[in-house]
């Protein structure tokens, strides 16, 4: 019901009475009893598909009555924040996220809290504890992670935008294997308090919506961003990364994702090969020293804050998933990861700054584009595979490393697997790459 339209749309119908606030609830309430076996919320709360009770100051927010989800390491107060583990299942936050203030102050209702990859350390979301996050579109994959339950519920059409967090593509990742918008901001766009946190570096709340309208009018209502429509009507100029972003592909993604940027080309967009290998050698040094160091930092502060503080070594004993809990263990008693380790990945941070800096302005760029995973998703039976962390974020860690932001759009046909295509801009452009985005989706013919 109401599934074709945009946020704004809805809300506008709502608002002058062409549309039917409650009835739409009713409906969304009928699918989520009918989406069980997906596995996409940890709790959830009906209360939110109340119908139109608000004052009429209240029905003038951007976002009233729009029901939105939080992966289940966001505070909101009334709900428990898990994480996806054992060892924060009966913790309740006094407050909520600053992100989740936002949302509630533009009208948006809470539905609930999505499944996830236990404490985001994985990407697939297969939880031990809450499940595995079954794919809507294909029934015996993955949906992906670390957000899958976010990406999961706006696949499957319970909740028009889902909020995840992103420390080196768990929003992006799921979005891809989803068959929606997934979007990081540039790091420190939304607020980061009141999450459970894997770096500080790295992670950001994100977006997952159906399409580029609606997280651009979500992202633009979340910042104050002025909606003045880019002046200039030059051809767009794409960055095609040649050595790192696209090798080594399943052939699927390379076809899907290359047919869509010579459908680009074919319109006047100027594609630009660039030299990307320096990108893929200094990321290989941050990628793990820097998350892992700053854990142990982190997540310790953040139960300190919560009055949890002293739980911290017992929460990392209840870890179900045995991989996790061996990394993390590892650490803690006998460091892989040094000081000096954690120091270099930050020096080699500022050399991929200043190289992707100068890509964009040795070839005068917009944008950069690659396919967001090399692969599609896994079979359920194959997510528990220890291999898949370093193939799935391979090609959306150097974003987050960069403080980019970055949009997976897919680009697959109908009824096939699932396929994201990454735009990336320079760290700031936030309101300029989904607007790029959104102009290259209707050459496309995305939604």
């Known amino acids: 019901m109401y599934s074709q339209l945009s946020i704004e749309a809805l809300v506008d119908g709502f608002r002058q009475g062409n549309l039917c606030l409650d ?5 969304l309430l009928d ?63 006094a407050a909520d996220a600053g992100i989740v203030q936002r949302f509630k102050a533009l009208g948006a209702r809470v539905a609930g809290k999505n499944n996830m ?33 976010c990406a999961a519920a706006v696949a499957a059409g ?12 768990s929003v992006r990742i799921p979005a891809a294997f989803c068959g929606v918008v997934g979007f990081r901001p540039s790091t420190g766009v939304y607020p980061g308090d ?35 429509a880019p002046t200039e009507a030059k051809p767009l100029r794409i960055g095609i990364p040649q050595q790192f972003f696209w090798s080594e592909l399943e052939t699927k993604v ?31 040094s941050i990628q793990f020293p820097l998350p892992i160091f700053e854990f142990f930092i982190d997540f310790p502060r953040f139960l300190l804050k919560a009055g949890q503080g002293e739980r911290f070594l017992d929460i990392l004993g209840q870890i179900r998933d045995p991989q996790i809990k061996k990394t993390l263990m590892a650490q803690l008693e006998s460091p892989a990861i040094s000081y000096e380790d954690y120091v270099q990945a930050l020096m080699s941070k500022l050399r991929l700054d200043r190289e992707y800096a100068g890509l964009f302005q040795q070839h005068r760029l917009d944008l950069i584009a690659y396919p967001t995973v090399s692969c599609t998703a896994p079979l ?22 960069l403080a980019a932001p970055s949009v997976s759009v897919p680009v697959a046909a ?34």
């Not at 990859?117 to 992906?144: C, I, K």
């Not at 950001?204 to 209502?221: I, K, M, Q, Y």
């Not at 039976?381 to 974003?399: I, K, L, M, Y």
């Open 380 to 401: 359920l039976s194959d997510s528990g595979a220890q291999e898949h962390f370093e193939h799935f974020v391979r090609n959306t860690d150097p974003a987050s490393n």
């Open 31 to 93: 699918q989520y009893a009918d989406a069980g076996h997906l596995n996409s919320f940890i709790s959830f709360a009906p209360q939110a598909f109340s119908g139109d009770t608000g004052t009429p100051e209240q029905r003038q927010a951007p976002l009233y009555g729009i029901p939105v989800s939080f992966k289940d390491n966001i505070n909101v107060s009334g709900l428990p924040t898990t994480a996806g583990t054992p060892g924060l299942a009966d913790y309740q936050p």
């Open 158 to 169: 319970l909740v028009p935008c889902a909020v995840g967090t992103d420390t080196g593509g």
């Open 117 to 149: 990859h236990e404490l985001s350390f994985g990407v697939t979301s297969a939880n031990l504890s809450y499940g595995s996050v079954v794919n809507p579109r294909h029934l015996q994959h993955s949906a992906g992670g670390s957000s899958g339950g």
């Open 23 to 27: 009835s739409w609830h009713r409906a």
């Open 254 to 284: 390379h076809s899907d994702c290359r047919a869509a940027i010579d459908c680009l080309a074919d319109q006047g967009v100027e594609m630009v090969p660039v030299d990307d290998r320096l990108i893929g050698e200094i990321n290989e």
């Open 414 to 447: 109908a009824g096939s697997l699932p396929v994201g295509l990454s735009f990336d801009a320079l760290p700031g452009q936030d309101h300029q790459l989904l607007q790029m985005a959104q102009q290259l989706s209707r050459l496309l013919a995305l939604r």
């Open 194 to 228: 009141g999450i459970v946190p894997v770096s500080q570096t790295k992670d950001s709340p994100g977006l997952l919506t159906r399409s580029l309208e609606d997280a651009l009018f979500v992202h633009r209502h979340l910042t104050g961003t002025s909606c003045a």
